[in-house]
């Protein structure tokens, strides 16, 4: 951040590496540039476990390898033991969120708080899990102050990506602990929500929405099982300023590292 330099931001849920190898490419050569790295779907287990929906059990692993330059830090959502089919005992899968921030960047401090916590299916496993949903964060020091980046993965089901009371709820949670932290403040990740919600406008209340903001057609990528079909959700991805954010770009570009499209923000600290 010498000399006020935008300072860059990635966010992506990255599908637990289910297309591995286009994913870290992308990651790589993104990371020259990037100052902090959002991530959801993170699978973060000592070692990898075939499953049958293609997700990488060790992807922190394989994560921070590629981002060497960067320190990560990884909180839990849900996990579960998964069976081995080699006879091994199960090993223990977390699956949360992972944020990785460039070595020698000026932070002040950085947290994860809870949001809600309620039963969800996930796309890894059969069954019903308890699942903690929770906000991670971190704060910038910048010549004028700094600011927050706040990383979030919201609840999946039902998979209409509408309204119902518990993602309203969700949304209500992540103002009350947005609004405890003073100052410009970013809010980005993968919200399983349609635009059109009032979980979405809760959460741009008083904030700028930049997917509106920039006309964003779609978040979602070609490699969606749903892609140009009638099924197709052309939103779950959101990205929100305060308004004494000055946000120098904004980017979705239409690459094909995950079922979701990544975010580009550059922002003036």
């Given at each position: 951040m010498v000399d006020a330099q935008p300072?860059?931001?990635?966010?992506?849920?990255?599908?637990?590496?289910?297309?591995?190898?286009?994913?870290?490419?992308?990651?790589r050569q993104q990371a020259d540039t990037t100052d902090v790295f959002c991530f959801q779907e993170i699978l973060h287990a000592s070692a990898n476990v075939p499953l049958d929906c293609g997700f990488r059990t060790d992807l922190y692993a394989e994560l921070s390898t590629t981002l060497h330059e960067f320190e990560g830090r990884f909180d839990t959502v849900v996990s579960w033991d998964q069976p081995?089919?080699?006879?091994?005992?199960?090993?223990?899968?977390?699956f949360g969120l992972a944020t990785f921030v460039r070595r020698g960047l000026p932070i002040v401090d950085r947290g994860c708080e809870p949001i809600?916590?309620?039963?969800?299916?996930?796309?890894?496993?059969?069954?019903?899990?308890?699942?903690?949903r929770?906000?991670?964060?971190?704060?910038?020091?910048?010549?004028?102050?700094?600011?927050?980046i706040a990383n979030f993965h919201g609840m999946a089901r039902p998979g209409t990506k509408l309204d119902n009371e518990e993602r309203l709820e969700?949304?209500?949670?992540?103002?009350?602990?947005?609004?405890?932290?003073?100052?410009?403040?970013?809010?980005?990740?993968?919200?399983?929500?349609?635009?059109?919600?009032?979980?979405?406008?809760?959460?741009?209340?008083?904030?700028?929405?930049?997917?509106?903001?920039y006309a964003i057609e779609t978040t979602r990528s070609k490699l969606n099982p749903y892609y140009g079909?009638?099924?197709e959700q052309?939103?779950?991805?959101?990205?929100?300023?305060?308004?004494?954010?000055?946000?120098?770009?904004?980017?979705?570009?239409?690459?094909?590292?995950?079922?979701?499209?990544?975010?580009?923000?550059?922002?003036?600290?």
């Open positions: 300072l860059r931001i990635v966010s992506l849920n990255t599908w637990g590496g289910k297309v591995l190898q286009p994913l870290l490419w992308f990651l081995r089919a080699d006879g091994l005992p199960p090993i223990h899968v977390p809600i916590v309620h039963d969800d299916t996930l796309d890894a496993v059969p069954g019903v899990f308890r699942t903690a929770k906000l991670q964060w971190i704060r910038v020091r910048g010549p004028s102050g700094g600011f927050l969700q949304s209500r949670a992540i103002r009350r602990v947005m609004d405890r932290h003073s100052g410009p403040a970013l809010l980005v990740g993968d919200f399983n929500l349609l635009a059109e919600t009032l979980s979405v406008r809760l959460l741009e209340y008083g904030r700028r929405n930049l997917i509106a903001e079909t009638p099924q052309k939103h779950a991805n959101f990205a929100f300023a305060t308004p004494g954010l000055d946000i120098a770009s904004f980017r979705v570009p239409d690459v094909e590292v995950s079922d979701h499209l990544p975010m580009l923000i550059s922002v003036r600290p």
